[in-house]
């Protein structure tokens, strides 16, 4: 080679660049400033000083493939331009954002891969944007996600957003009389702690059911309803943690109207009428005859219960609720189901 | 979307909204737990809670700490004061008490009596035997409210046997103190839903069974200092006024 070729190619060897090989084993090369632009890459050129040839090339975690690759080298080659304008890297962002989610989707996942925060960033809100305001199902179309949920799991967070402590302290009533006819099972002769559950329950009913004439009742009226009960059954137990559950109840009950729960105080005779058998049933014996049947009548009760519930629900129809269909499986639980799925218990 | 580490997918939840998070729980499995990550809550609660403020106990996680904010009002301030969240923004709500407020003859027994509700919120709520001049003021500094939003204030009262003297519209305002508000108006509302009158606002009944009527908005930016003033005031009528339980002020974000 005559000098002046040498000369030639001297001002292209000037510039530096980087050796990358992505994962589906091709090698690329980059200028060094686009690269350095990725924390990942400045990090192993610095740290292990890789990159400087063909057979030192960095690889590029699995993430980041080819079309990917070069996206990104073109988001960092107009960014690591330093006289750039906020405002013309703001169009510039703008315009680049504008793919479809798949691509977005990879493109989050290649830029985070390489700890390109700002892109990260930029992606992000994109993909948060698309998220918005859209229903479960639409966000599994557009993202292809497996509907992988059960029924109960899908229905949990709806509860939090439609406020409904009704079915909670259904729910709960339900949890209490299981654990009351165990109980019974299990002790047939000792007159045990009916009282206990009685009592928790009865909180439960009187709190529903002082909600009739005056709103929320707070700890002090609570006692009061207590003290009368006490009178009436003669025990005198006072269980904190339910009061103050209770308590906490009642704020987000304070949401619901409450003109349909007037309605709801009908079922105090009602559950007073359970409550009363059981009393008859503790003095004696209690035969296995008696439970199952004991246990028919409880749920026969409770899906009443569950059904005047469901009517009064449906009057105070807001913005947001829909009429609700409960269905009670064989354990005594109680599941709102909407759709379709209201069809088939 | 499924090779989104979880992480990378809480980031992006926690640039949505509350209620579009708790919609994401319903998605699929990978979706519900980013869901429920502290990340993304943490990301809701406000970054300063107000002097005085202590988590309440056993809440495991920030989400559970978020949902209590937003449906226990919390106590504040020798309990004159309550603190909560407004559910679809996280934003920062509050109620002061009667007590708090600076109520023209008040302390006098003649013509206020304070006593004790069931269903309200604080202790003692103030009760209008009779008054000629009615006067209801309070302030709260704006640092307690969430930056970059738009607050409106009410009223919040309710009925007492015979009420007497509110038929008409009385005034109502909200300034920020210190600033030149001789000139501001303040605006006429009416404490009674009379259906046709078509002047200023009126009053609303509350979930909670109370009524509220609106004194005014404004818009809490990053930086604003000071405090703001809102008040109740019918003075000018010569005759008077009876019947009114005042519970508080509550101030919450305006929703669109």
Redesign the interface.
Request: with cysteine; net charge negative.
């Given at each position: 080679m005559s000098e002046s070729d040498m000369a030639i190619i001297k001002p292209d060897m000037m510039k530096s660049y980087i050796w990358l090989e992505t994962s589906d084993g091709s090698i690329q090369q980059v200028e060094q400033e686009v690269a350095m632009f990725c924390p990942m890459i400045c990090h192993q050129v610095l740290q292990k000083g890789a990159g400087s040839s063909k057979n030192s090339a960095i690889s590029l975690p699995h993430?980041v493939n080819p079309p990917m690759l070069s996206l990104i080298f073109d988001y960092c080659r107009f960014h690591q331009l330093p006289g750039r304008s906020n405002k013309e890297r703001k169009v510039y962002d703008e315009k680049f954002m504008r793919m479809d989610t798949k691509r977005l989707?990879?493109l989050?996942?290649a830029a985070?891969s390489l700890q390109l925060k700002p892109l990260?960033d930029l992606t992000?809100?994109a993909?948060?944007r698309i998220?918005?305001?859209?229903?479960?199902e639409e966000?599994?179309e557009i993202?292809?996600?497996?509907?992988?949920?059960t029924e109960e799991?899908?229905l949990?967070?709806?509860k939090?957003?439609m406020?409904d402590p009704r079915i909670r302290l259904l729910n709960r009533l339900y949890a209490k009389k299981r654990k009351e006819l165990k109980e019974r099972a299990k002790l047939k002769s000792i007159e045990v702690e009916e009282r206990v559950d009685e009592r928790s329950v009865d909180d439960l009913l009187s709190f529903i059911n002082g909600r009739d004439h005056?709103?929320?009742?707070?700890s002090?009226?609570k006692k009061k309803n207590k003290k009368r009960k006490e009178h009436k059954n003669g025990t005198c137990k006072v269980f904190n943690k339910d009061s103050h559950n209770l308590h906490?109840k009642q704020?987000?009950v304070?949401?619901?109207?409450?003109s349909s729960l007037g309605r709801v105080s009908n079922l105090h005779s009602m559950e007073d009428d359970i409550f009363s058998k059981k009393a008859e049933f503790e003095d004696g014996y209690i035969d296995d005859e008696i439970d199952p049947a004991l246990k028919e009548m409880l749920d026969r009760e409770v899906e009443e219960f569950a059904r005047r519930l469901n009517s009064s629900w449906v009057l105070s129809v807001g913005q947001e609720r829909q009429p609700v269909h409960f269905s009670i499986n064989g354990n005594g639980d109680t599941r709102r189901l909407t759709g379709p799925a209201a069809r088939h218990k | 979307?499924?090779?989104?580490?979880e992480d990378?997918i809480a980031?992006?939840?926690s640039?949505?909204?509350p209620?579009?998070v708790?919609?994401?729980?319903?998605?699929?499995?990978?979706?519900?737990s980013a869901?429920d990550t502290d990340h993304v809550w943490n990301h809701f609660l406000p970054s300063e809670f107000p002097e005085g403020f202590r988590a309440p106990e056993g809440l495991p996680t920030k989400k559970h700490l978020f949902?209590?904010l937003v449906?226990?009002?919390l106590l504040l301030h020798g309990s004159q004061l309550s603190f909560s969240l407004e559910r679809s923004t996280g934003n920062k709500c509050y109620m002061m008490a009667a007590r708090a407020l600076n109520i023209t003859w008040g302390h006098d027994q003649r013509y206020w009596q304070w006593i004790?509700l069931?269903?309200?919120r604080f202790k003692e709520v103030a009760a209008l035997k009779m008054v000629w001049w009615l006067d209801i003021t309070g302030k709260i500094n704006i640092n307690l409210l969430s930056d970059d939003t738009l607050y409106a204030a009410y009223l919040v009262f309710k009925w007492n046997l015979d009420p007497y003297g509110f038929r008409q519209p009385v005034e109502a305002s909200l300034v920020l103190a210190g600033t030149e508000h001789d000139d501001v108006q303040p605006s006429m509302v009416s404490l009674m839903q009379n259906p046709g009158s078509e002047q200023g606002q009126h009053a609303e009944l509350r979930?909670?069974?109370w009524y509220e009527v609106e004194l005014g908005q404004f818009f809490k930016r990053r930086g604003d200092m000071g405090e703001i003033e809102m008040s109740l005031k019918e003075t000018k009528r010569p005759f008077e006024k009876k019947g009114l339980i005042v519970h508080g002020i509550e101030i919450r974000p305006v929703l669109p």
């Open positions: 993430k989707c990879e989050t996942s985070d990260v992000s809100r993909l948060a998220i918005e305001g859209k229903s479960p966000i599994r993202f292809h996600l497996p509907d992988d949920l799991e899908k949990e967070p709806l939090n957003t406020d005056k709103g929320v009742n707070t002090k009226s906490s704020r987000s304070e949401e619901t109207s409450s | 979307m499924n090779n989104l580490p990378c980031k992006i939840l640039l949505t909204t209620r579009d708790c919609r994401s729980s319903a998605v699929s499995r990978c979706f519900r869901a949902f209590s449906h226990n009002p004790s069931p269903d309200a979930s909670d069974d």
